[in-house]
């Protein structure tokens, strides 16, 4: 029997949070730097953070460089190997194409996100890529976790570079 705190893929909602949380302290990181504040954690099976990402697109001049594939390269190397199976990714928002992709390819077991995104999200809004039926590797997904929270860092990080 599901008890009212299990989220639909068997964690709970309590622990999701508090994942999410240093996905958040890791995206306010970003304030240092002119990166949209995203910020990712990879979880190992025991529950353990083994890699800490945020987004360096702007400092390193990296088109790849959201906070989730910094996340899954600080992962694989901290686990000597690519596949991140039983792991969970933790980030503040949805996964775009690219890093919902990476994720699949590193056999990521569970992402967790907080904001939505309407614009470029690949794990339940604009596509859903992680669940797609002929993906040969898919992912469960719980979204929504401290959704305001982290939609809240957006939202101040656009109105403020709006001003200028």
Excluded at 24 to 35: F, G, H, K, R, T
Excluded at 90 to 104: I, Q
Aim: hydrophobic fraction near 45%; glycine fraction near 10%.
């Amino acid at each position: 029997m599901k008890k009212d705190s299990e989220t639909p893929a068997g964690g709970s909602v309590e622990t999701y949070a508090a994942w999410l949380g240093e996905a958040l302290a890791v995206a306010s990181e970003a304030a240092s730097s002119e990166d949209v504040p995203v910020g990712a954690v990879v979880v190992d099976p025991e529950g353990v953070v083994i890699a800490r990402g945020r987004n360096v697109r702007e400092e390193r001049g990296d088109p790849t460089g959201h906070a989730e594939i910094v996340a899954i390269r600080e992962a694989a190397a901290a686990l000597g190997t690519w596949r991140l199976e039983e792991c969970t990714l933790v980030v503040t928002l949805e996964p775009c194409v690219m890093c919902a992709g990476a994720a699949m390819a590193a056999r990521v077991e569970r992402i967790v996100f907080g904001a939505w995104d309407p614009k470029a999200g690949a794990c339940g809004s604009v596509w859903d890529l992680t669940r797609d039926r002929l993906a040969t590797h898919r992912v469960d997904v719980v979204g929504g976790v401290r959704a305001q929270e982290s939609a809240a860092l957006l939202v101040d990080f656009f109105e403020s570079h709006r001003v200028r």
